[in-house]
T-cell receptor, first 117, second 111 residues
Framework: GAVVSQHPSRVICKSGTSVKIECRSLDFQATTMFWYRQFPKKSLMLMATSNEGSKATYEQGVEKDKFLINHASLTLSTLTVTSAHPEDSSFYIC?????????????FGPGTRLTVT | KQEVTQIPAALSVPEGENLVLNCSFTDSAIYNLQWFRQDPGKGLTSLLLIQSSQREQTSGRLNASLDKSSGRSTLYIAASQPGDSATYLCAVTSGTYKYIFGTGTRLKVLA
């Protein structure tokens, strides 16, 4: 199956700093990627849709100035958590939509655990 | 607004039992439904994908069914094993391909 990677897998940062998380589709081109957030023992909540070459579309309640998304190429989307605070600590997961003929499946990355101290 | 609910929220069974996990969604206009497994602190492993035109998919000991009109899907796990212990998530997509995830079922299979 298709492979999606995330980097870093785990990051600890100090309050007030910014953190960038990368999501890469390793063996296919993804015009659309999605970013999800998961709180402990909770389900995944969609944060935003990242479209290659255009602005991301954010879900209601997600601060676009705090969670900056850039989809500069067909294989890479980045999520930057700006001025991170302890409440931003969470598990962030991306997915890449393949969308080719006969395959409309999304492939999920392994996740990035962010801890803000 | 699409809402996805999973019942039960948690389940503990002895090894060898057959079990059924339930997923219900409020808007039947879905594009597909997918079942995932998530181990603690890990990402998602795709188990089965059911397109809206399909009624079921099977993979090994797993069988997932879809009744779109009633807004329900079930995941059947045959002959459960301790290695099946994980959280199981169902998710649906609409034409925008955004996944709406269910609340999850935490499964524990006892040896």
């Amino acid at each position: 199956g298709a492979v999606v990677s995330q980097h870093p897998s785990r990051v600890i940062c100090k309050s007030g700093t910014s953190v960038k998380i990368e999501c890469r589709s390793l063996d296919f081109q993804a015009t659309t990627m999605f970013w999800y957030r998961q709180f402990p023992k909770k389900s995944l909540m969609l944060m935003a849709t990242s479209n290659e070459g255009s602005k991301a579309t954010y879900e209601q309640g997600v601060e676009k100035d705090k969670f900056l998304i850039n989809h500069a190429s067909l294989t890479l989307s980045t999520l930057t958590v700006t001025s991170a605070h302890p409440e931003d600590s969470s598990f962030y997961i991306c997915s890449a939509f393949r969308g080719t003929s006969g395959s409309d499946e999304q492939y999920f990355g392994p996740g990035t655990r962010l801890t803000v101290t | 607004k699409q809402e996805v609910t999973q019942i039960p929220a948690a389940l503990s069974v002895p090894e060898g039992e057959n079990l059924v996990l339930n997923c219900s969604f409020t808007d039947s206009a879905i594009y597909n439904l997918q079942w995932f497994r998530q181990d603690p602190g890990k990402g998602l492993t795709s188990l089965l994908l059911i397109q809206s035109s399909q009624r079921e998919q099977t993979s090994g000991r797993l069988n997932a069914s879809l009744d779109k009109s009633s807004g329900r899907s079930t995941l059947y796990i045959a002959a459960s094993q301790p290695g099946d212990s994980a959280t199981y998530l169902c998710a649906v997509t609409s034409g925008t391909y955004k996944y709406i995830f269910g609340t999850g079922t935490r499964l524990k299979v006892l040896a």
